[in-house]
């Protein structure tokens, strides 16, 4: 049987070792919009943080002089300025996300488990408990900062109460978990929904016929097949707590004092209100690097939770 023989004027044919490297970047090529956006977006603010962290870096000052180490020192040294102010949003950071988070792991599965079921206007309701989530944290945060007023708020006009709901703690705290809680728990219950489909019919089908309970099938069947999904919500709940700003700048706006103020929004009212970009660098690599270590932290336990 004859080759086929290139009509004249046609390009040569690539040869076998150009076909084999053509092949091989081809993947690259299609992650290349990504990287780029990655890199630009996310790897390049990353290492220009941490060269401010590094800086006395002011806006307004023509020199941003070398300081090394000394922003990241001045957060654990009790006569510094920042001291007290950085431990304080700090403390803050930890109420919210100790309060918040196992809220945001139980409750939407709960959910997730009844509109599992089948019921008339399970779509419905599914919709409904989503729908917040689809608003930005903006719309939320004035939505219930009126809400909430004290002394022309819906809230205690409802109830017949005069509760500082935005101006004394704990009122704060139930505030600020409960708008959240409500906010953005249909985002994991939606995970979770995605996540108790996958699990096999088999196995609950099997339970039952061994006479478990309800019970009994959700401790043995429902979570540990959601076990990846749970250490997804987890973290992602555990970090979006920690990062938390919008609510507070716009609710309590801080108060009482600066009980409420988080490290995200000491952070921004020290780099951009002060034009003290440096500290407030170091305070995010700082943030940063804790959030590290509780998310390596989970990822272990959860491993260990599968070894044994």
């Known amino acids: 049987m004859s080759s086929p023989v290139a009509s004249p004027g046609s390009p040569p044919a690539p040869s076998g070792a150009a076909r084999v490297m053509h092949g091989r970047s081809t993947p690259y090529l299609f992650l290349l919009p990504y990287l780029l956006i990655f890199g630009g977006f996310g790897l390049l603010p990353i290492g220009l943080g941490v060269w401010l962290s590094l800086h006395q870096w002011d806006f307004q000052l023509p020199n941003k002089p070398f300081t ?10 009790p006569d510094s300025l920042v001291y007290s102010d950085w431990w304080e949003s700090v403390r803050a950071t930890a109420i919210f996300t100790v309060l918040s988070v196992p809220l945001l792991v139980a409750l ?11 019921f008339p ?13 689809v608003l930005g944290v903006a719309v ?10 004290a002394n022309l708020g819906f809230v205690n006009h409802l109830f017949g109460t005069h509760t500082p709901w935005l101006t004394a703690t704990p009122w704060a705290w139930v505030s600020l978990v409960g708008v959240t809680v409500w906010w953005t728990c249909g985002f994991n219950a939606v995970i979770y929904l995605a996540g108790l489909q996958d699990i096999p019919a088999e196995l609950y089908e099997a339970a039952k016929m061994d006479g ?5 099938r959700f401790w043995h069947v429902t979570l540990p097949g959601l076990r990846p999904v749970l250490l997804f919500v987890i973290t992602t709940t555990i970090l979006a707590s920690a990062n938390m700003f919008g609510q507070s700048y716009l609710i309590t706006q801080g108060a009482p004092g600066n009980e409420t103020r988080t490290v995200v929004s000491y952070v921004v009212a020290l780099g951009i209100g002060q034009n003290d970009a440096g500290r407030a660098a170091a305070m995010s690599v700082t943030l940063t690097l804790m959030l590290a270590v509780v998310s390596i932290a989970n990822f272990r336990l959860f491993r260990y939770q599968e070894d044994s």
Do not use: C, H, K, M
């Open 68 to 77: 090394g180490l000394d922003n990241y020192t001045e957060l654990f040294t």
């Open 108 to 118: 939407p599965l709960g959910i997730a488990v009844l509109l599992n079921r089948s």
């Open 121 to 133: 206007g399970r779509t419905f309701f599914r919709a409904v408990y989503f729908a917040p989530y």
């Open 140 to 149: 939320i945060g004035l939505l219930w900062r009126f809400l909430l007023d």
């Open 212 to 216: 478990a309970s309800a019970w009994q």
